[in-house]
Structures are given as C-alpha cells and as structure tokens.
C-alpha cells in the first residue's frame, strides 16, 4: 500500500502478480470494462483500414486485442512502464495471432519517441495515477505530439470531485458493486486505501481543461461507470 502523498509508482505495483490477475480483476473492479472497448470501437471506426494506433499504457493488451479483431489491417504500438504487464500483453497478442502487428516500448510515454505519427490513440485506466496538474498536462501533451493533426484520443478514467455529494454516492455504489464479486474483506479494505492513496482524482471540468491545453478539441463523453468516464476528441488541426 502506497503512503499518502507518496508518488504512484506503476511499475512497482503493477507486478508479475498484479499482471497475473489483472483482466479478472478490472471485471470485477469495472463490470462494463468490455462495454468500454465494444464502444471505442464505434468511435473509431471511421479511421483508415491500415491507421497507426497508440496505446498509451497498455497493459496486458486489451484495447489492442479489441480494435485488432475488429480491425484486421491495423497496426499498434504498446506503451507501458510494467515490463511484467508489457510480457502479459506480449504473451496475449501472440496467442491471439496479432505478433506481427503491435511494436513495443518499455517505460514512460513522456520518453517515447516514434518516426512517424499516429491515426489515434487510447489511454484507459492509466492517467488518474499521475499525481500533479502539470504532470498530467505532459502526459496529454505527449499523446497530443504522436498523433497526426485530426488525430482521434479515446481517454477513459477515474475522475470526480472528492469534496462533492455525487462522488461519494458514486464512491459507495462502486465499491458494493465491487464487494458483490465475493471480494473478500480484507482485499476489499486494501482496495478502498488503494483508491484513497493512489488515485489522483480531478474533476471533469478540470480534466477537459487539460486536454484543452494540451491541444485536443472539445471532448465528447460517451461513457460512464459509477466513477469510471470515458471521452472521446481529436487533436485540434
């Protein structure tokens, strides 16, 4: 369990472990956690049948394994700073026959360089960890900067104002819906402090004005799961 305040470190907590028991567990965490992917991929379909696409931390790869069966011409490039979850992610794609199309790098997406620019990108579950406005404001912006001026960004995550009646509420009906999976107590517990501790929740208000800054247009929210949002924008041309 991290310490109040401390930085999240993704790469420590996202171990072999974690990466084990991961896609159990975000079903059980978010019950529309495919509904979310069915619906990106509504949202991008227009996109060119060979378009580029950026995951930004991938994880064990679901967003790539999703798009890529719906979309069988595209190529990927996974994003993470877990090299257990990036061995997960690498083990499923192959496994699902994707090998030759998804490219790797290991670290943060600040450090990633690429040679050419992508049609779209997705960043699901990954930017609520990054504590501080202007940390968060250089990771949209290095998404903005890898993408193709028109480019399509899919952000989903946790958000709300912690001092507001609605995220309490929200907070509860979350976490009961989460107990009812046959979550023990004591797991229960860690994963409430989980979100106390390493979860650095912003506002939808204030989570627009960052995407604003770091040069997307207006976003469109098309989902949403007790605190769980989901937008949808373009890089502004």
Known sequence: MSRPGAAFDAAAHFDEASATRYDRRIRSFCPTYDALHHMMAAWLSRLPERAEFLSAGSGTGAEI???GRRFPLWRFTAVDVSSDMTTACRNRVAAAGMAERVAYFEGR??????ATSFDAASSIFVSHFIAGREEKLAYFRAISSLLKPGGSFILADLHGERASREFGALLE?????YASH????TELDADRAHIENDIAFVSESELL??????GFD?????YQTFLFGGWATTKRV
Do not use: D, H, K
Not at 182 to 185: A, L, S
């Open 65 to 67: 394994l999703a798009l």
């Open 109 to 114: 997406l600040q450090e990633f360089r690429s």
């Open 173 to 177: 009906a979350w976490l009961t819906s």
């Open 182 to 185: 046959g979550v023990e107590t």
């Open 209 to 214: 004005e960052l995407l604003r800054e770091a």
């Open 218 to 222: 207006a976003p469109i929210r098309f």
